[in-house]
């Protein structure tokens, strides 16, 4: 038996794996606030988004320092490492990988120094031409990039600070915009420069969010897939992958992050560049599954969107039931939902252990073989006897919903009809959701009859894709829908896709990067001297 590493595992339940989103993003510009508590609530906020890894990176204006380590946020920081981040400038992550191993070298934010500057750097999303952007770095032979990471992130933060007459590909930067009210401000910094100039040759899914010593930046790629919003504070500004995270500081939405736009945020105020055309293509699955139902999208809210689903589902797939239960939590929306169209009685008939999943604790198979209950148990008094419909947000690959269904049935359910509040999803995400293989998807070999006798339910019906467009209330060319219809916005190469694309291209060394590594606060300034990581143990929480 392999002995405890002191990790966090998600091995509890190995054949549940949900889609899970790339990362959450939040950066603050505030010089009167405690940034370091802000930018921590901020990710507290978004930790649906990844669980991996978190960090956040502080600036006093001098240097920036960065403290990240694997695990969620509250085990990452407590107030002995929130007290060494002093400053007014924060850029904060949660993690979950979609190019590069769940290490903590990748971990984020990214750090990278010249001796010119330093930048931090967190990224939300997955970009396609990881391999052509490292190729700019001069990446002909181990180590000449400078890489020491196998992220799409880290070639980001490098070619962010690289000598653009280096780099070839790279033109003149498009000049900034100045928002209404903007004095005219100093020439662009040399990271602004470099972003602008390198932005538009990354392609794929990118809502980032960086600073150097003195800036905030924050960009987001030209289909705009991953949400990114800004909001104000009364002394400054914030920026966060969704707008649940600028109520829990405190902050008012201003408005989201354009496709294609970089802002950047310092003591002058608020300016803004498009550096490439804008081709609006937003994540359809955030409404399904990855963004918080508190969470405004496009102007709607993300719970009000899930509840029409559930509505619209009821019309096109209705059943003779007695009562209409959710899977919690994410499929409570559409359930709401799916019972005010029908006139089924809505109630709870699952439990859910909100702590189960991840654990520092090895599980044994016996453990592994209790499978969904420990995560899900039934109210048996709500069931026994009564035609269930059971509404889920998703099905991918089939798992969870036959556990779920022989589950119900033990506890006295008489019928089992299963409701799920999306299209089936049949082909893979390459723009920052981390699904499974087409092979594993279970619509991606099935049809929806052949599925409901595999999950054993005794019916089962999907809202059509143009049913769950219509809730949205977007038009579906601004969507990306390639999930469920397999039509990419952008092409992706094959040797392009899957999380390793790094790996064995001489820019990365994972050597004493896996297991064991150390929780760290690097300090780090522009000086080429104290540039270098000198990491510190921070007591932890036991």
Not at 422 to 436: H, T
Request: contains cysteine.
């Amino acid at each position: 038996m392999t002995p405890p590493d002191g990790r966090l595992t998600d091995a509890l339940l190995p054949e549940d794996r949900p889609p899970k989103d790339a990362c959450g993003v939040f950066g603050v510009w505030a010089p009167n606030e405690d940034v370091a508590k802000l930018a921590y609530y901020g990710l507290y906020a978004l930790q649906h988004r990844g669980q991996e890894s978190a960090g956040i990176a502080v600036s006093d204006g001098n240097r920036i320092m960065v403290h990240k380590e694997m695990g969620l946020v509250a085990q990452v920081f407590d107030e002995p490492a929130l007290s060494t981040l002093r400053g007014h400038i924060a850029v904060g992550h949660c993690r979950y990988s979609t190019t590069g191993a769940s290490v903590w070298a990748n971990a984020q934010p990214t750090f990278r120094s010249t001796g010119k500057t330093s930048l931090a750097l967190g990224h939300n999303g997955n970009l396609i031409n990881t391999r052509e952007l490292a190729v700019l770095l001069d990446g002909a032979g181990p180590g000449s990039s400078g890489i020491t990471a196998t992220s799409d992130t880290d070639v980001l933060t490098a070619l962010f600070l690289a000598d653009r007459a280096e780099i070839s590909g790279i033109g003149a930067d498009p000049e900034p915009d100045a928002e209404p009210g903007r004095l005219p401000g100093p020439e662009a910094s040399q990271v602004e420069s470099a972003a602008a100039a390198v932005l538009p040759l990354a392609k794929g899914a990118y809502s980032l969010v960086f600073m150097d010593e003195q800036t905030l930046y924050a960009a987001r790629d030209p289909h705009g897939f991953r949400p990114l919003v800004l909001g104000r504070l009364d002394s400054g500004w914030v920026v966060a992958s969704e707008t649940a995270a600028l109520d829990i500081v405190g902050a008012r939405f201003v408005r989201e992050i354009a496709p294609g736009e970089l802002v950047s945020i310092d003591g002058r105020g608020v300016r803004s560049r498009t550096f490439a055309t804008p081709k609006p293509s937003g994540c359809l699955f955030e409404y399904v599954y990855l963004a918080r139902p508190d969470t405004t999208i496009s102007g709607r809210g993300v719970h009000a969107t899930r509840v029409e689903v559930g509505r619209q589902l009821a019309a096109e797939y209705p059943a003779d039931a007695d009562l209409v239960i959710p899977v919690p939590e994410s499929g409570t929306p559409a359930a709401i939902g799916f019972a005010e169209a029908s006139g089924i009685p809505f109630g709870q008939g699952l439990v859910k252990n909100s702590y189960v999943g991840r654990t520092f604790i090895q599980p044994s198979q016996t453990i592994r073989e209790r499978g969904i209950k420990l995560k899900l148990n039934p109210l048996r008094d709500a069931i026994a006897g009564r035609r269930i419909v059971v509404v889920d947000d998703s099905i991918v690959r089939g798992n969870t919903q036959r556990a779920l269904v022989t589950m119900l049935r033990e506890a006295g359910a008489a019928q089992v009809h299963v409701r799920v509040a999306s299209p089936p999803v049949r082909w893979p995400c390459f723009y920052g959701i981390d699904f499974a293989t087409r092979a594993e998807l279970i619509a991606g070999r099935l049809s929806p009859e052949e599925i409901c006798a595999s999950i054993g339910a005794d019916s089962l019906g999907y809202v059509s894709l143009a049913g769950l467009i219509k809730a949205t209330t977007i038009p579906a060319s601004r969507l990306c829908r390639a999930c469920f219809d397999g039509q990419y916005p952008i092409p992706v190469a094959e040797d392009d896709r899957g999380k390793h694309i790094l790996d064995g291209l001489g820019v990365g060394s994972l050597a004493g990067l896996t297991r064991g590594q150390p929780s760290a606060t690097t300090a780090v300034t522009s000086s080429p001297l104290t540039a270098a990581r000198r990491p510190r143990r921070l007591s932890r929480r036991p």
